[in-house]
């Protein structure tokens, strides 16, 4: 492998978008789609992180090289800037073409979810509504998954508001690790406002808003699961936060914080990929 496709590779943020990507699969198979229904899906999600990852990269390279992020290939010099903003604007344009194999309506819907995504890299990263892209966009998955489904099929609105609680309470996890540096940069979204309590107690209550989505949300009595994990997701993130307060550093809190949302949210996940076999 070139040392140009490997950079690629680094930059297109590859566990996040693998994860994504795979998430969105599932969710395909588990709203009924055949093989090629669930093909389509995969393809037009994994172009859609692509696109996001690169361009991600791309214009934060000066702001990843002030800190020091060794880990980010074109502030390292791995791979060029112009290059990986090629390849963002040739994934990107990439999504909606795949995503019209499934319809011109889940195509419509694939497309606001990558715009709304874009729009977080910039300019909407350092405002107060960063996490409403974080929202919208993971509100599409499940949609675009419905929506790609032969006939006129709607998404269930409980599953598409998981979706957004989810997505808005990752984004709060995810800066977490991130807030000192990103202060230096002079990023101010919605997290750096409310600053690392805020940001943990949003996280935490969005996910549980999430969790009671997925869990209560579905057709019939909530199942023994669906109530474990609205327990978990009370319980273990003040939990969490009592047992980070031992930490020395501040950033060791908020890694311990940000591992407690994530573990609901992988919960989370497991109940959104179940759940769509409701629909």
């Known amino acids: 492998m070139s040392p140009t496709v490997l950079g690629l590779v680094r930059a297109s943020h590859p566990e996040p978008a693998a994860a994504v990507t795979t ?27 692509l696109a996001v990852g690169w361009a991600n990269d791309a214009l934060d390279a000066e702001r990843d090289a002030t800190v020091g992020r060794t880990d980010k290939p074109v502030a390292a010099g791995a791979v060029g800037r112009r290059v990986t903003a090629v390849a963002a604007a040739v994934a990107a344009l990439a999504t909606p073409a795949l995503a019209l194999a499934t319809g011109p309506t889940a ?6 979810g990558l715009v709304c995504a874009l729009l977080y890299d910039w300019p909407l990263k350092s405002t107060p509504v960063s996490v ?5 966009s993971f509100g599409s998955l499940p949609a675009f998954a419905v929506l790609a489904l032969p006939g006129p099929v709607a998404p269930p609105v409980w599953l598409v508001a998981a979706a957004a609680c989810l997505g808005a309470g990752a984004h709060f996890a995810n800066v977490l690790p ?19 309590a805020g940001s943990r107690a949003a996280a935490a209550l969005l996910l549980l808003a999430a969790t009671a989505t997925l869990a209560l949300g579905p057709p019939g009595p ?12 009370v319980v273990v993130p003040p939990l969490s936060w009592y047992a980070g307060r031992t930490a020395t550093r501040a950033g ?28």
């Open 132 to 136: 409403l892209p974080y929202a919208v």
């Open 23 to 49: 998430v969105a699969g599932l969710l395909a198979w588990g709203v009924g789609h055949r093989p090629a229904g669930i093909l389509a899906v995969v393809l037009t999600v994994a172009a859609s992180q």
């Open 252 to 279: 060791g809190r908020q890694v311990a914080a940000f591992r407690a949302v994530m573990l609901i949210a992988l919960i989370d996940v497991v109940l959104l990929v179940t759940s769509g076999r409701l629909v």
């Open 222 to 233: 909530p199942s023994g699961v669906g109530l474990a994990a609205v327990a978990a997701a």
């Open 178 to 196: 991130d807030l000192a540096d990103d202060a230096r940069t002079g990023v101010r979204g919605l997290p750096h406002r409310l600053g690392p």
């Open 107 to 112: 195509a419509l819907c694939a497309t606001l």
